[in-house]
């Protein structure tokens, strides 16, 4: 039986019934798999439904302000797959009248849509025959057929995207790349594989050879980068609280933070209250400090954040130009990094 055959028919068996599976709608396929880049289906799902609750018609999406978006996709992280989505929204509707087109390398020229999500698109609302090849793809290919050509190399992922696209059913292609995705996100998992119960067991080249726990291969990931944040929290009589948005090409761009001194390593507190750093970026220089809580470790997919959070109290208390001061109703409707939601959550709920 073909490779295709039989992905398919263990599809129909075991597969999830998701939402974004019962739609040919290019909007809300386009929707999940861009909420479903590096995020696991369980938390995806909750946001897409808010998403279509908030947004049914890509129309909607396109007239939202920025800053509402980005306050519905707080808590994904990788913030730029959200403003790609805001962006290309508004595309589709200024330039095709507010239909997908249905043509990979028009869909493949929009902001944030490589080849996954055009073949995706492509696949799934037009059938258009175009092979899928995400993570659970790279898996159960490098483990069928045995190769050890890494995946996150442009010369690998283009033989596994040809690989892919020879094993596709060109009658079926949605089904056929719905399966393979399913395959190897239920059953041809990273850990632990049921290799006993696999339809492949026979055929399978990495079980044959021992390899299913190497296989596949990545190169070396890029060197890690340290990070340190000191956030200053500052709240008046009125129990405003000042922040400021980030707008420099930076981690968490148009997302809204405390002021903030990044120092190149972690600084003893000794020497970072002792310094004028405090004075210099308030311009003031009467304040006390309430407390400071422990360093915490937030980690984004290059670098590694460390964070401490200072609370500190001003004698004669003034808004700086560079940060304005925000209540806790208006710090709901703002975006806001993880790190700064959850002390949040903790710090006005005292």
Same mark, same amino acid.
């Given at each position: ?7 398919? /028919? ?25 909420? =479903? ?8 799902? %909750? ?37 790609? =989505? ?10 095709? #009248? ?28 037009? %059938? ?7 993570? /659970? ?14 995946? /996150?190399?442009?010369? %690998?992922?283009?033989?596994?995207? #040809?690989?892919?696209?020879? &094993? ?6 949605? &089904? ?18 049921? @290799?006993?119960? @696999? ?15 190497? &296989? ?9 980068? /340290?990070?340190?944040?000191? +956030? ?23 997302? +809204? ?17 002792? %310094? #004028? ?8 220089? #009467? ?29 004669? +208390? ?17 975006? =806001? ?14």
């Amino acid at each position: 039986m073909h490779i295709s055959h039989q992905l398919i /028919n263990w599809y129909q068996e075991h597969h999830r019934n998701l939402p974004w599976r019962q739609t040919k709608d290019p909007y809300k396929i386009w929707l999940s798999e861009i909420i =479903l880049q590096q995020t696991r289906v369980d938390q995806g799902t %909750g946001y897409y439904y808010r998403f279509i609750e908030e947004f049914p018609e890509i129309e909607n999406l396109a007239k939202a302000d920025e800053q509402t978006v980005l306050r519905l996709w707080q808590g994904l992280g990788y913030y730029s797959r959200a403003r790609n =989505l805001h962006k290309t929204a508004q595309a589709i509707v200024n330039e095709y #009248n507010g239909k997908f087109p249905a043509n990979f390398e028009h869909l493949l020229s929009l902001k944030g849509i490589g080849d996954y999500t055009a073949s995706a698109i492509a696949s799934h609302a037009f %059938g258009i025959p175009k092979a899928v090849v995400d993570g /659970n793809v790279f898996r159960f290919l490098a483990r069928y057929f045995s190769i050890s050509e890494p995946i /996150n190399t442009s010369k %690998g992922q283009k033989y596994f995207k #040809n690989l892919a696209e020879e &094993l596709l059913d060109k009658e079926n292609p949605s &089904l056929h790349n719905q399966a393979i995705m399913e395959f190897g996100a239920l059953q041809c998992k990273p850990k632990n594989p049921d @290799c006993k119960s @696999c339809p492949f067991i026979n055929n399978c080249q990495a079980f044959s050879h021992h390899k299913v726990d190497i &296989l596949p291969v990545k190169k070396r990931k890029t060197k890690v980068r /340290n990070r340190f944040f000191n +956030y200053f929290i500052v709240q008046n009589a009125s129990k405003k609280i000042l922040l400021k948005k980030r707008t420099a090409k930076d981690v968490w761009h148009n997302l +809204y933070d405390f002021p903030m001194l990044e120092t190149e390593r972690q600084i003893a507190e000794k020497e970072l209250l002792n %310094g #004028n750093q405090i004075e210099h970026l308030f311009d003031v220089k #009467n304040y006390s400090i309430k407390e400071i809580l422990p360093t915490q470790i937030h980690l984004l997919s290059h670098q590694k954040l460390h964070i401490r959070f200072i609370v500190i109290d001003f004698a004669d +208390y003034a808004v700086h130009a560079d940060f304005k001061a925000y209540s806790s109703k208006e710090i709901g409707k703002l975006p =806001l990094p993880r790190p700064i939601e959850q002390f949040l959550s903790r710090f006005l709920h005292k």
